[in-house]
C-alpha cells in the first residue's frame, strides 16, 4: 500500500496522573505545575496540566504505529500548544498526509490533538522518512 495525499490516521488516549508521573520520572520534568495540586490550583489554570510533550508524544505513537507505521523515522516536527490538557482529558491525534515524496521516501503531514470537548490543543507538522516497503 502506497502512502497518498488525504490518508489519515487518529488515537486516542486518556491522560491519567500515573502517566504525567511516569513521564516526569522518565524526562526529569518535575515541574509542580504537573506533579502538586496544591501548587496547579494557585496558577492560571488552576489544576495540573499533562505535560506539553507527553501530549506530543501521542502524535509521535499515530505516526509509528498507524501512518505511515512501523519503521517511521522523525525527521522533523513542530508543535503549537493551543490549549492545556488536564489529567482525565481525552485526547484524539489525527495525521494526515500532506506532501508524499516516493522516490526520497519522505512524507510531510498536518498533526492535530483534540480533546473530548472537540477544542484543538496542539497543532503541527511531521516531516518522516516512510519505511521502504510503503
Known amino acids: 500500500m502506497a502512502l497518498s495525499v488525504g490518508d489519515k490516521a487518529s488515537r486516542t488516549k486518556t491522560f491519567t496522573d500515573e502517566d504525567v508521573r511516569g513521564f516526569a520520572q522518565v524526562t526529569g520534568d518535575t515541574n509542580p505545575l504537573h506533579l502538586d495540586d496544591e501548587y496547579a490550583a494557585q496558577t492560571r ?6 505535560h506539553g510533550m507527553l501530549t ?6 499515530t505516526l509509528a504505529n498507524d501512518l505511515p507505521g512501523e519503521g517511521t523515522v522523525y525527521m522533523s516536527q513542530t ?5 492545556p490538557v488536564f489529567i482525565g ?3 484524539t491525534t489525527t495525521v494526515e498526509v500532506t506532501a508524499y515524496r516516493p522516490e526520497r521516501g519522505i512524507a510531510t503531514l498536518a ?4 480533546n473530548q470537548d472537540g477544542a484543538v490543543v496542539l497543532q503541527g507538522e511531521a516531516v518522516v522518512l516512510v519505511p521502504r516497503q510503503r
Open 45 to 50: 489554570f488552576g489544576r495540573r496540566l499533562v
Open 79 to 83: 508543535l503549537q500548544f493551543k490549549a
Open 56 to 61: 506530543a508524544g501521542l502524535v509521535s505513537a
Open 89 to 91: 482529558d481525552t485526547i
Open 111 to 114: 498533526t492535530t490533538c483534540v
